[in-house]
């Protein structure tokens, strides 16, 4: 009899809240404007996807809220990145590296390269847990072992002796994966977890997540540009253009009901197997230059139903549900009769 999977809790606990992230960084041709008033919470043991083109400031945001940007170049003004009760804006460097890698940790996009090829598995597992958690030397082999067991590696004792090289793209982002996880965090953040993995192995690493947040209840944070990888694992949805959040929503609002043309772009520029032989539908044009972003909607010089409201104004976030927010003039009461004369115009 095939034992049931445990089934993950998502309580009213808010674990995280990021309320107008700004980051900017100075380069020689100017100031770039890379994150631009974001804002969305996090619930104890939900999974929240940030999707959106590549350069829209998807890892820029996780970066910031990991502490991981160098200021100067880089820039950091909010209101406040809040974790449960402290605002992680306000703490110091030495501060900040007693939340990192123990309540906050994070998944790099490459496990190529986020692992030190000089030392061994084992070695790289215990060197966090022996820090932060004072565990003896034993007591962190033990645990490096249980994570390891966690994250599906066969054979843990011997598997702690060897080098990064001697294991398989897969293999190394489980061990990724394992060292995010062996101080038992709260947060999660997984910068495009899946991206240098074959179909296959991206299954396999979904799967293990459902499996680590069903057994652990931690809050993880999912960055991809693979709406795939989204509609697997993801409660809910915030999609991200030129710095700003656009949408948010529900895994069922955003692939069922998208309001936002952009989101709704993404979702046809996705090969479907129900539409066998059918184009994909690119969305047209590029993103703007965050050096001098737009006033309007940055959306609105590729966007098909732009007015002349989009491009010199931004839109409110219009409410659609107690889940669903979208900021765009076409869902804007205020914007309908524009829209009307538009179209009757046309």
């Known amino acids: 009899m095939v034992k049931p999977k445990k089934r993950k809790t998502v309580t009213d606990e808010r674990i995280l809240s990021v309320q107008d992230l700004h ?100 070695e790289q597992l215990t060197e966090g847990v022996k820090q932060h958690k004072n565990l003896s030397k034993a007591e962190a082999k033990e645990r490096a072992i249980d994570m390891l067991k966690l994250v599906g590696i066969p054979n843990p004792d011997e598997r702690l002796k060897q080098y990064p090289h001697q294991f398989s793209g897969g293999m190394r982002q489980r061990i990724v994966i394992a060292i995010a996880l062996i101080c038992e965090p ?82 046809t520029s996705v090969p479907r197997l129900d539409l066998a032989g059918g184009e994909l539908k690119p969305i047209d044009g590029t993103p703007p230059d965050l050096f001098a972003p737009p006033a309007g909607c940055p959306f609105a010089a590729r966007c098909p139903f732009s007015m002349d409201v989009c491009t010199n104004v931004y839109p409110e976030v219009t409410a659609l549900s107690e889940t669903h927010k979208v900021d765009c003039w076409l869902q804007d009461p205020r914007a309908q009769k524009l829209i009307d004369e538009q179209a009757f115009a046309r």
């Open 186 to 267: 709260e947060l999660l953040i997984a910068d495009e977890p899946t991206t240098a993995l074959d179909v296959t192995i991206q299954a396999q690493i979904l799967e293990l997540f459902e499996e680590i947040q069903a057994k652990t209840g931690v809050s993880i944070i999912l960055i991809t540009h693979d709406l795939g990888v989204v509609a697997k694992i993801a409660d809910r949805i915030a999609v991200m253009y030129a710095g700003k959040v656009i949408e948010t929503g529900d895994k069922r609002e955003i692939f069922y009901n998208p309001q936002h043309p952009y989101t709704q772009g993404l979702l």
């Open 23 to 122: 980051v900017t960084f100075n380069t020689y041709g100017g100031t770039v404007q890379a994150v631009r008033g974001v804002n969305f919470d996090l619930y104890k043991g939900e999974t929240l996807a940030i999707v959106g083109e590549s350069g829209c400031g998807k890892s820029v945001t996780s970066n910031a809220i990991m502490g991981l940007i160098q200021q100067p170049p880089g820039k950091i003004s909010s209101k406040g990145v809040h974790f449960k009760t402290q605002d992680l804006t306000k703490l110091s460097k030495k501060e900040m590296r007693k939340i990192q890698g123990v309540d906050i940790s994070m998944i790099f996009q490459d496990p190529m390269t986020a692992l030190n090829p000089t030392l061994t598995i084992g």
